[in-house]
């Protein structure tokens, strides 16, 4: 039986979040089990449906609506990027239907993206970055970001890279 939340809770949420809101389950990958949130009876109706799943709230950041960044992280270095698009949903991720294009980080998007994946104690992340209204913001790190994608938009094979990483972490140990 689905877990009941009182109205206290979602009080709580609707004043942290606002609508809309975006609700996202642990276990999914490429932009599944992502939830776009309108309003209470959704907010409601989602969050019981889900319940005995674990999932996190996050705001909505309307200015990035259908489209953000994707950098791909190894070490301290982004060794690629891609704008990701989508014309016909609030996610941008390309198996949800979005579109790719190459992407020159700023030295900011690079700092932010290396810093996040740092902060996670990541030695190699997909860091997806939200276009804020004031810069870019952080959407989630990946420690297991698929890598086919960036390389069929960019031509960067990151594999070489994670393994040179890796190789070099090693030969530092021994």
């Not at 209204?133 to 938009?153: F, Q």
């Amino acid at each position: 039986m689905p877990h009941a939340f009182d109205d206290a809770y979602f009080n709580f949420i609707i004043e942290t979040f606002g609508f809309p809101l975006i609700i996202k389950e642990a276990l999914g990958s490429f932009g599944e089990r992502v939830y776009l949130i309108e309003n209470e009876q959704a907010l409601r109706d989602k969050t019981t449906d889900i319940a005995n799943r674990p999932f996190m709230f996050q705001e909505c950041i309307t200015s990035s609506y259908g489209k953000d960044l994707r950098l791909q992280v190894v070490g301290d270095k982004v060794v690629a990027a891609m704008e990701r698009t989508s014309t016909n949903d609030f996610r941008a991720n390309v198996t949800a239907g979005g579109t790719m294009t190459s992407h020159n980080p700023t030295e900011e998007e690079a700092r932010i993206a290396i810093r996040a994946s740092q902060l996670i104690g990541a030695d190699f992340s997909g860091v997806d970055l939200l276009f804020g209204e004031s810069g870019p913001l952080v959407c989630e790190v990946n420690s297991n970001a698929h890598i086919r994608n960036i390389y069929d938009c960019t031509g960067v094979n990151a594999a070489p890279y994670i393994i040179d990483y890796i190789e070099n972490l090693l030969g530092d140990t021994q």
